[in-house]
């Protein structure tokens, strides 16, 4: 597993679109946007980045937003995406996810908050992730204005 830097952000596009595409989010998929974004929460010391490779693609790559709560001031680290070559493999296994969990318990991050994408192995993700330990605590809703 590597940790990404701000140069990085190139790597994270192919799987980056393949993941919007996937989990139909919103939109189209934009390069420019997704690099902008990144340069952003890079440049503003939040953003994290880290990926593992095979014959020079990225196979699996995390985006975090690491952040003061604007609550009560304490770390939390907020997955952007968990992006997992062939879906499934990384839900099962989960190595990387538990690697970059080390390094936020590491960090003594308080709390972190991860996503479960309705309509996109929903049920697998919620049962790796309440084994992990964690808890469903909210859920998001969307609406679209067009």
């Not at 919620?126 to 969307?142: D, M, S, Y």
Request: hydrophobic letters at 45%; a negative charge.
């Amino acid at each position: 597993m590597k940790e990404g830097t701000i140069d990085d952000i190139v790597l994270f596009l192919k799987p980056a679109r393949w993941f919007h595409e996937q989990t139909k989010i919103a939109g189209t998929f934009n390069e420019e946007c997704f690099c902008n974004a990144w340069r952003h929460l890079f440049n503003a010391g939040v953003g994290r980045l880290f990926h593992m490779e095979q014959d020079g693609e990225v196979t699996e790559a995390i985006g975090l937003v690491v952040s003061p709560s604007m609550f009560d001031g304490e770390m939390v680290a907020t997955f952007c995406f968990w992006f997992v070559k062939d879906g499934d493999r990384g839900l099962g296994i989960g190595l990387m996810f538990n690697r970059v969990l080390g390094i936020l318990n590491a960090m003594e991050i308080k709390r972190i908050n991860v996503n479960a994408l309705y309509g996109f192995h929903f049920e697998q993700t919620v049962t790796f992730l309440e084994r992990a330990g964690f808890v469903a605590k909210e859920v998001f809703f969307q609406r679209e204005i067009v």
